[in-house]
């Protein structure tokens, strides 16, 4: 009798699986309703979406999804730009123009996506492990969903991981990409800059060490809580922050790599705490909650 259970239980799981890959919504194409005039070429530039963060970003990093999906030119503007920048024009910026570009860049799109998908349809299936409301819902986000950048066609997963992490050796890059998840970092109110890059990535890696559910000291238990962005990019932070630093043996790597970078924005004494051996690294759970704001403003 339990293996015939059994049996009828893998049959009809097999069922729904199969089924739910036939039939599954397919993520819509995101198209833009507004970009640039027929024969026109204007400069690139931030301002779109600058008014964007501006408008819609609150000091908590939590969007307005709402009243960004009733007023979305702008955004729309901005994504239009990224895809008709002139290759020749992005390869004379400096390294750290490009690092703020495909930030913005990877930033940008994924308010896109929300806004083209927004309110978020929960399937039955993916909410038994993720929150209705959540980026992971939307199926094929990263991976599928395809928008135009300087010319080219690319997924958000391509901007991330074959661009960003894999062109540039810049760690700091997980302090400020937003995947629309409150376990994120805080979506800044302001597009990030070149010239101003190293100030907003220090700025941008304090605001999420100050957050108890991205890192905290538990001094009684000898733990360190850190966010499991840092367990998912380790390996990003060695060639920068890889060595001895002040920390006893007997950690890896990754993990030694790990609490050097987060030590630089500490205060002396949790400093000198991570520099001890008497503390064991614990990753937090990561919130997929959609990072949006509590009490969305009237549309008027």
Not at 44 to 69: E, M
Not at 168 to 183: D, R
Not at 197 to 210: C, G, H, I, R, V
Request: proline fraction near 5%; glycine fraction near 6%; include cysteine.
């Amino acid at each position: 009798m339990r293996v015939w259970r059994l049996s009828l239980l893998i049959l009809v799981s097999v069922v729904l699986v199969g089924w739910w890959l036939l039939f599954r919504p397919r993520p819509r194409v995101v198209s833009f309703k507004t970009g640039p005039v027929a024969g026109t070429v204007k400069p690139f530039s931030y301002d779109d979406y600058g008014a964007v963060l501006a408008a819609f970003v609150d000091t908590q990093g939590l969007v307005d999804y709402r009243a960004l999906k009733a007023s979305r030119s702008k955004l729309d503007a901005f994504a239009a730009a990224l895809g008709t920048l002139a290759p020749a024009v992005y390869s004379n910026w400096s390294q750290k123009d490009q690092i703020a570009f495909w930030i913005n860049a990877y930033n940008g799109l994924t308010l896109e996506a929300i806004v083209d998908h927004y309110p978020i349809q929960a399937s039955l299936l993916k909410s038994a492990i993720f929150p209705r409301n959540s980026i992971r819902q939307i199926p094929g986000v990263w991976t599928e969903l395809r928008f135009e950048v300087v010319g080219k066609e690319m997924t958000l997963d391509h901007i991330e991981h074959q661009i960003l992490r894999k062109r540039f050796n810049a760690p700091h890059i997980h302090m400020a990409l937003v995947c629309a998840g409150k376990g994120c970092p805080p979506l800044r109110s302001e597009p990030y800059i070149g010239e101003r890059l190293d100030e907003q990535f220090s700025d941008q890696t304090k605001k999420l060490l100050a957050q108890p559910d991205k890192f905290r000291i538990d001094r009684s238990k000898g733990r360190v809580y850190l966010s499991p962005i840092f367990d998912w990019f380790g390996s990003d932070f060695v060639k920068t922050y890889g060595g001895e630093g002040k920390l006893k043996a007997g950690r890896s790597s990754e993990e030694k790599a790990i609490l050097n970078f987060i030590a630089e924005h500490l205060e002396a004494s949790d400093r000198d705490y991570l520099a001890t051996a008497g503390y064991t690294v614990v990753y937090l759970d990561y919130d997929w909650s959609l990072n949006e704001q509590a009490t969305p403003r009237e549309i008027s």
